[in-house]
């Protein structure tokens, strides 16, 4: 794999049973991949088995004493940038999201996530809002542009094409460029520069 290549990690970070998040993570990982760029890797935490309890003070070293965790902090500390797809639950987001941000530790430092959310009216941004600041406190940079589903489901046809494409898959570019922008930054500055806490 080139240098010059970006991985980004897409994070589905609901894990119930009759979620939207997928149609909306299918969504984004095909305009993601229009990118020649960027290598991705779907982190569904469907899919990740972490344990119900979290290490409490090796975590900020990365000393994970869980084969699970330790499994989980690779993928994440092998990225060089995060897109968190969340839909918000009672005016925030997922215990399940929050769970796994909390695993691990400097796996998040210094590098750049975006956002795309979905819900009802408000369309997940309440749920992005809460997520800055969890990500400030990790070290991690959050991007400016967000894409926003309100009323998700209706916003989707039956095979998961958005009805307004050409507007949400302009809002995508911008993420994804300002992601880039950011990964490339931050990429270099850790290489000058290793970052510490």
């Known amino acids: 794999m080139s240098e010059d290549r970006l991985k980004v990690a ?6 119930r049973e009759r979620r939207f998040g997928s149609v909306v993570a299918n969504w984004l990982v095909a305009q993601a991949e ?5 290598d991705l890797d779907v982190v569904d935490l469907r899919e990740v088995d972490l344990p119900p309890v979290i290490q409490s003070h090796p975590v900020v070293t990365g000393e994970y004493t869980s084969a699970a965790v330790r499994a989980f902090a690779a993928r994440i500390g092998a990225a ?17 999201l929050k769970h796994a941000i909390d695993s ?7 590098k750049p996530v975006g956002f795309v959310s979905y819900g009802g009216l408000a369309g997940g941004l309440r749920a992005v809002e809460h997520l ?14 967000t894409v926003s589903f309100y009323l998700a489901p209706m916003q989707f046809d039956e095979n998961g ?22 990964v490339h930054a931050l990429r270099e500055a850790r290489d000058r520069r290793p970052y510490t806490v």
């Open 161 to 182: 094409a958005p009805l307004d494409g050409a507007v949400v898959n302009g809002a995508a570019k911008k993420l994804l460029d300002q992601l880039a922008w950011w």
């Open 80 to 96: 060089d940038g995060f897109i968190v797809v969340t839909p918000e639950y009672n005016h925030s987001y997922p215990s399940s």
């Open 132 to 145: 800055r600041l969890v990500f400030a406190e990790l070290h991690a940079v959050t991007i400016r542009e």
């Open 104 to 110: 691990i530790n400097p796996e998040w430092h210094a």
């Open 10 to 15: 897409v994070i589905i970070g609901s894990v």
């Open 34 to 38: 229009q990118y020649a760029d960027l």
